[in-house]
C-alpha cells in the first residue's frame, strides 16, 4: 500500500512489540515518526490466509483492512514469496505463499487495526525498507516501488 505525502511516498508497515513495551503513543499513522522502543519492533507487511471460498484478491482486500485498520483499492498483482517456517513446536515445517498486491488506500486509520499487531504506521518508503524484519519483504516493497514509478512514469 502506497500513498504521496508532501511528494514523498510512502507505506504501511505493521509492528509486533519483541522483549519490551509498545512504541511511543500517539505515533502511529504519522508520517515517518517510529515508536521510540524501534528496536523492539518486528515491522512486516501486512499478510495473511485467505477464508474458504475467498478469491486472493478478497483475502488481501480483508487482510489489510484487518490488520492495518485500512480501507484500500487493488491496483496490480506486485507477486508472490514463498517460504518455509517451523511450527510452535519447532519439529513440524510449513510451506507458505504469500501474493502481494500494489494498494492506495481510501478510507480507515491506522490507529483502528486489529489486535493481531501491536503497531500500525505510515513510514517514508526508504525507512521502510530499514525497518522491515524480513528480507523477503524488503524484495516485494523494492518491486512495488519499480511499479509506482512505471505507474508515475506513464502518466
Given at each position: 500500500m502506497y500513498q504521496y505525502v508532501e511528494g514523498r511516498l510512502q507505506t504501511v508497515?505493521?509492528?509486533?512489540?519483541?522483549?519490551?513495551?509498545a512504541g511511543s503513543p500517539g505515533?502511529?499513522?504519522?508520517?515517518?515518526?517510529?515508536?521510540?522502543?524501534?528496536?523492539?519492533?518486528?515491522?512486516?507487511l501486512a499478510k495473511g490466509t485467505p477464508d474458504q471460498g475467498e478469491t486472493l484478491e478478497e483475502t488481501a482486500l480483508r487482510e489489510v483492512r484487518e490488520e492495518t485498520g485500512l480501507e484500500v483499492k487493488l491496483e496490480t498483482?506486485?507477486?508472490?514469496?514463498?517460504?518455509?517456517?517451523?511450527?510452535?513446536d519447532g519439529e513440524a515445517r510449513y510451506h507458505k505463499t504469500v501474493h502481494f498486491?500494489?494498494?492506495?488506500?481510501?478510507?480507515?486509520?491506522?490507529?483502528?487495526?486489529?489486535?493481531?499487531?501491536d503497531v500500525v504506521q505510515w513510514f517514508n518508503f526508504d525507512e521502510a525498507?530499514?525497518?522491515?524484519?524480513y528480507p523477503n519483504e524488503v524484495g516485494v516493497l523494492r518491486q512495488a516501488a519499480q511499479l509506482i514509478n512505471q505507474q508515475k512514469g506513464s502518466r
Open positions: 508497515l505493521c509492528g509486533h512489540c519483541v522483549s519490551g513495551g505515533t502511529e499513522g504519522q508520517g515517518s515518526e517510529r515508536p521510540a522502543s524501534q528496536n523492539n519492533i518486528r515491522w512486516s498483482s506486485i507477486g508472490s514469496i514463498d517460504y518455509w517456517f517451523a511450527g510452535r498486491y500494489l494498494m492506495v488506500p481510501v478510507g480507515g486509520h491506522p490507529d483502528d487495526h486489529d489486535p493481531e499487531f525498507l530499514k525497518a522491515l524484519t
